[in-house]
């Protein structure tokens, strides 16, 4: 059992990907989430732009 410590109890542990993978799985991450991130940003800066839109136009 003392095998597998590294130091003062630092369990010994292997690693199977490297930054390629990281990057890949940050990027489909982040792929399903733009959808979202858009229709949540856009939809109300789009009504302040009607807004300020319709107050150059109407007075009052």
Request: aromatic share 0%.
């Given at each position: 059992m003392n095998?597998?410590?590294l130091g003062e109890g630092i369990p010994a542990v292997k690693i199977d990907y490297d930054l390629a993978d990281v990057a890949t799985s940050t990027g489909n991450w982040t792929q399903s989430l733009w959808l979202a991130a858009a229709f949540a940003i856009g939809i109300p800066l789009a009504f302040f732009i009607i807004?300020?839109?319709?107050?150059i136009f109407?007075?009052?």
């Open positions: 095998n597998l410590m807004r300020n839109l319709k107050s109407v007075s009052g």
